[in-house]
């Protein structure tokens, strides 16, 4: 079964071309490149430093505070997504055939263990497989097992990405395509009529679901990508939109600002004769080693943002208006796939209005196999906390995955404050019992070592604690093109942000907030003991430059420190790119 909803283990290298076009030169190219980076790429020694410079010991002004206060958050909710109903309950093949009392006795069972919200999914494409009503008995005979037989609540997941064929037949340039011309049965968001139709289809759902199922049906996430997480996409962490209806937009979103094409050609330091073959960079993970400064990328980047936190946001104002409450999923946050994704988007949609709460992917091992530690779950987490927005925690739940490392997973969301936290993709995997029940329910006592935190006694009676916010520009995340294969350090970004976490323990160690973006730091430095300021790499000239300066002016005021991106020499002046706007 695919992982459904969780960062998806890539096959092979994940570099999004095939292996023909790695021809020789590229390979020797890169080599060099890579021999050049290495030196000052994170290194051990590097590492060590980091960890070192992190340390919050030996600080003057530490004030004391009461034990951390804790929410009791019984939020717990498990998914049951659309190929799981079709496999295992049959319920794709009509309500005659569907195994309908094993999915109520399911149901009963995840209420025993402390569920309290079973999220379902459909595809567009399944709900409405001809031109003509949507399948709404399916969709009642789904939402009622639920509702009319146990007191789980229901959250829904309309996955608008996989559209019915005769929306692709009707317009063939609604597909998604990627940097490499790959044309995917997946809707591009680019294209106006689909896109248009897809969000009546959604409307039309919404009320339903708010009209026959009150009160039981709580949210509605409308789904844009394959993964079911707010961003562009999963498939061979590939580039995307490269479509023709992606393309005519970002040529439109140019002319806009910049309407002569000397001007352009001026900026890229291209030589580009007409509008039509205006286009972004060939853009494929892990071509490119260390971070891209060049304005011809971040331009298309910002377009990607921008255009795709419009679309989820009025996704959401959709669902709204129906009477519902709107969630989005997020992958995780700090790693150097953020680019590929786009997953800066994340700023726009969990500061929007409509956006109800929002739900963080984790899953326990990266891209590329090795695990990761439960305690950086706590700066995603407490990131998209600082979006005002409750936050769960889903957990992806994986044969390998023992209830350990869940248990510690959910009490580092729990401590930093998380809304409620649940699993996904534990059918094949998980039995409903009292152990999966506990897991679920982790105590938030102190002194337990593996959420993170230092169970010595010390630690464990006077709770000192010192009010620290991490600001890490998620922008400049986005710096690099996805994995580095032929680095030491395959995910930097990663690397870099674990070992701050895991530094930034619990129990001996400080309130933490997360910033992404500098007028949310700024607005919060009055509440704030000490900073950790990790320089940005590139920052947009005019507002974003103003308040950058700004920022820095305000922290060297109090006690602070400035780290680097890994990668970036630890010179004195900061080694920050301007990127002249649009
Ligand atoms: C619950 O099921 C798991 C297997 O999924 C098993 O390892 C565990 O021992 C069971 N717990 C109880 C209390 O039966
Ligand atoms: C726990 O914290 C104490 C004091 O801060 C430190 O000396 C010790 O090494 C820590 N233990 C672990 C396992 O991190």
């Avoid at 659309?82 to 295992?88: G, K, P």
């Avoid at 011309?181 to 969000?199: D, K």
């Avoid at 050609?265 to 286009?279: I, L, M, P």
């Avoid at 997020?330 to 739900?359: N, Q, R, S, W």
Wanted: aromatic fraction near 10%; charge should be neutral; glycine fraction near 6%.
């Amino acid at each position: 079964m695919p992982l459904l909803s969780t960062p998806k283990r890539r096959n092979g290298r994940g570099i999004c071309q095939s292996p023909i076009l790695l021809t020789g030169i590229c390979i020797i190219l890169l080599a060099v490149v890579l021999l050049v980076l290495s030196q000052s790429y994170l290194s051990p020694s590097r590492l060590s430093r980091l960890k070192a410079k992190l340390h919050i010991t030996g600080f003057n002004g530490i004030r004391r505070f009461g034990p951390h206060k804790q929410h009791v958050s019984n939020e717990r909710f498990a998914t049951l997504f659309h190929l799981e109903l079709a496999e295992r309950f049959n319920m794709a093949q009509g309500r005659d055939n569907a195994h309908f009392d094993e999915l109520i006795a399911t149901l009963r069972s995840m209420e025993s263990v402390g569920i309290t919200t079973v999220v379902f999914s459909s595809p567009w494409g399944f709900l409405q497989p001809t031109v003509g009503p949507i399948n709404f008995d399916y969709l009642d005979l789904l939402v009622s097992s639920a509702c009319q037989n146990t007191r789980l609540k229901v959250a829904f997941i309309f996955d608008l990405v996989r559209a019915p064929q005769w929306v692709f037949e009707k317009w063939p340039n609604a597909k998604a395509a990627d940097s490499h011309n790959r044309q995917y049965n997946l809707l591009s968001w680019f294209h106006p009529e689909a896109n248009q139709l897809a969000l009546e289809v959604l409307k039309e759902v919404v009320t339903h679901l708010a009209t026959s199922h009150a009160g039981c049906v709580t949210s509605v996430q409308p789904a844009f990508n394959n993964e079911y997480e707010a961003k562009y996409t999963q498939e061979h962490d590939c580039f995307q939109d490269y479509s023709t209806s992606a393309l005519t937009a970002y040529r439109q979103w140019l002319q806009a600002r910049r309407p002569q094409l000397a001007d352009l050609n001026k900026r890229w330091g291209t030589n580009v004769q007409y509008w039509e073959d205006v286009a972004p960079p060939m853009l494929e993970a892990g071509s490119v080693m260390g971070p891209d400064l060049k304005l011809r990328y971040w331009d298309f980047l910002k377009f990607r943002e921008l255009s795709g936190a419009e679309v989820l946001n009025r996704a959401c104002s959709v669902v709204h208006s129906g009477g519902i409450q709107c969630f989005h999923h997020v992958p995780e946050l700090f790693t150097v796939l953020v680019a590929v994704y786009g997953t800066t988007i994340f700023k726009h949609i969990a500061a929007h209005a409509h956006t109800d709460y929002l739900v963080v992917d984790a899953s326990f091992s990266t891209s590329y196999g090795s695990p990761v530690h439960p305690t950086k779950l706590r700066l995603s987490v407490a990131a998209a906390i600082g979006y005002g927005k409750p936050v769960h925690l889903g957990a992806a739940v994986q044969q390998s995955t023992g209830y350990g490392l869940l248990s510690s997973a959910f009490r580092t969301a729990l401590l930093a404050d998380a809304a409620g936290v649940g699993i996904t993709n534990w059918l094949p995997y998980t039995s409903l019992n009292n152990t999966l029940k506990e897991t679920l329910h982790p105590s938030l006592a102190p002194g337990h070592p593996e959420g993170g935190g230092n169970s010595t006694a010390t630690c464990a009676k006077g709770v000192v604690s010192v009010r620290v916010g991490l600001f890490i520009h998620f922008d400049s995340c986005a710096a690099w093109h996805g994995l580095q294969w032929s680095s030491d350090s395959k995910d930097p970004v990663h690397d870099f942000i674990e070992a701050a976490a895991q530094e930034l323990t619990f129990e001996c160690a400080p309130h933490l907030s997360v910033y992404l973006e500098f007028d949310r730091l700024m607005a919060a430095l009055p509440s704030l003991d000490r900073v950790l300021f990790v320089e940005p790499l590139v920052v947009w000239a005019g507002q974003e430059f103003k308040l950058y300066t700004a920022v820095k002016a305000a922290i060297t005021k109090m006690p602070h420190e400035i780290l680097q991106f890994p990668g970036i020499q630890e010179t004195e002046a900061a080694d920050l790119t301007v990127l002249a706007e649009l």
